[in-house]
């Protein structure tokens, strides 16, 4: 008895030691050491070269799958064996990331891409990289910045998603259970190395450039609602063409805006980027009502960068969005809703580009960057960190490494953010509602915006890292009493990291804005 005892006792000791070393692998910083931080400053105006390119990131799924009783159904929780529609074959479901778990694609609706533009001017060559994807974390974007080939020139490069809520994991949240992540390990490279692509293809089709900037900061209101007090969105679309110097033709344009591709909602199984799909096409290819053209596009590569999105904004299936043209409303959430919703956006891009409100010939880009480490004061997340849910580890107990950057170029300024900002922290409106957890004033003042230097202030979110919501301090709210005479805590903050996430990120940028508005 006494050596069963012994034998179970090693093997508890053993099991608890092994343990411990797969806790601490999961803890391991990735890139030890890795600071972004680096001051480029470009006082003079030189010409501007720029290049675009797009590569599919398109998962492989089966054309349709079915469950082991032959059936396809939304949210399959039993059972790992998907065939395809032949009953042929069992593969690995791709999980459709955003909403719950459990979420299996069925099917392709319309291609996710990777696509890049490059700027330059001759003393710094910028890459910003879009992906069709709900976020992609600081690691997985240093990753990607080290496979770019040193001959590509490229000085920094900002990856950022969209944040569509209709493609695969690459997170880790939304695998088949909460306790398995969601990420596939083969697509994670391959989308890896199409990013890789897209930028050297990029910076191979670079062309000396005018850029063309516009804006329409109040026809989109209608297509976004806010779910969470007080009501402050980021609803200006604001828009840069970029023409070739010499034949006039349109190389690419950016196009920002803030909402969440989420149109299609948490039933839809068919992998898309949903409503930027549409506005991208509308602006290359031009919007059509039915089989005729309306509005020509203006060719090119369309690159769509989402902002400030928090707190939260989205086209909730209570939002009615109208066709443009025959004023059909769709309310249900459906392909037909995105569609509208596209050519809503993309006819008051093509409307605000036809008369710009400044062309830029020549700029010189002065960019800020700065690593920042944030506490993970979130449980579900530090318990995420510890069973290696999130595949980033740690730089220091509870700690992780995020990154900011500011640029200007001319009369326009960015900033970057790695996350889900909420808009009242850029365009200001942050209120200290009584109930908060915090009875202290707004914290984050004052807003980025008022802080950005040039005229047409442009904001990337979840750029360089996905940390969740960025909420103001004043407005946390997990405790009783709540805000707003809310019964319970309001949505948002079980996808942050903490209160101290805002007030860090805030304090940082008003430094790199007060440092670039020195410049001036
Ligand atoms: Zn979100």
Redesign the pocket.
């Known amino acids: 008895m006494k050596f069963f005892l012994k034998v179970f006792g090693s093997l508890v000791i053993l099991l608890i030691f092994l343990a411990l070393i797969w806790i601490r692998s999961n803890l391991k910083d990735r890139n030890p050491g890795y600071l972004a931080d680096f001051k480029i400053i470009n006082g003079e105006s030189s010409g501007l070269n720029a290049g675009f390119a797009a590569f599919p990131i398109t998962p492989e799924v089966p054309d349709r799958w079915t469950d082991t009783n032959g059936d396809a159904k939304y949210n399959l929780k039993d059972g790992d064996a998907f065939t395809d529609g032949n009953g042929n074959g069992v593969f690995d479901p791709v999980w459709i990331a955003?909403f719950g778990n459990g979420r299996a694609a069925n099917g392709i609706h319309d291609n996710l891409w990777s696509r890049t533009m490059v700027i330059d001017d001759s003393k710094t060559r910028l890459a910003i990289v879009v992906l069709d994807a709900?976020?992609f974390m600081n690691d997985e974007v240093i990753d990607v910045r080290n496979r770019i080939p040193g001959d590509a020139g490229v000085t920094s490069t900002i990856i950022t998603s969209t944040?569509t809520?209709e493609g695969p994991d690459l997170i880790g949240l939304w695998g088949k259970s909460p306790f398995k992540s969601g990420v596939n390990e083969e697509y994670m490279e391959y989308v890896k190395s199409q990013a890789v692509k897209s930028v050297v293809a990029a910076v191979n089709a670079i062309r000396p450039v005018r850029l063309e900037v516009s804006e329409d900061l109040t026809g989109a209101i209608p297509l976004v609602m806010d779910t969470r007090k007080p009501e402050i969105f980021d609803f200006g679309l604001r828009l840069i063409r970029v023409i070739d110097k010499e034949d006039g033709n349109t190389l690419g344009s950016l196009i920002a805006w803030a909402n969440?591709p989420?149109t299609l909602w948490s039933k839809n199984l068919l992998i898309t980027s949903d409503f930027p799909h549409y506005v991208r096409q509308g602006v290359e290819k031009g919007v059509f009502n039915g089989d005729s053209l309306v509005k020509p596009g203006i060719g090119g590569t369309a690159v769509y960068v989402n902002g400030a999105?928090?707190g939260?904004m989205t086209t909730h299936p209570n939002l009615a969005v109208k066709d443009p043209f025959t004023g059909q409303e769709f309310r249900e959430p459906a392909f037909d809703k995105a569609e509208a919703q596209g050519k809503q956006l993309a006819l008051l891009a093509l409307n605000a580009m036809e008369n710009p409100v400044e062309k830029i010939d020549s700029a010189g880009i002065s960019l800020f960057v700065r690593t920042v480490t944030l506490p993970i004061d979130n449980k579900l997340f530090k318990l995420g960190t510890l069973l290696g849910l999130f595949d980033r580890g740690t730089c220091g107990w509870m700690k992780m490494r995020s990154e900011l950057s500011v640029f200007k170029l001319g009369p326009v300024s960015f900033a970057a953010i790695p996350g889900?900002v909420y808009p009242e922290i850029i365009n200001g409106g942050i209120e200290a509602p009584g109930g908060s957890d915090f009875p202290v004033e707004p914290v984050e003042v004052p807003s980025v915006r008022a802080m950005m230097p040039g005229k047409y202030k442009f904001i990337i979110g979840l750029a360089n890292d996905e940390i969740?919501?960025i909420i103001p301090h004043s407005q946390w709210d997990v405790k009783a009493p709540y805000t707003y005479g809310r019964s319970d805590s309001p949505y948002g903050e079980e996808?942050s990291l903490g209160p101290e996430t805002a007030p860090i990120l805030h304090g940082n940028i008003k430094e790199m804005l007060g440092e670039l508005n020195r410049l001036e």
Do not use: A, C, D, T
Request: aromatic share 8%; hydrophobic share 20%.
């Open positions: 955003g709900i976020g944040h809520h969440h989420e999105i928090g939260l889900e969740g919501y996808n």
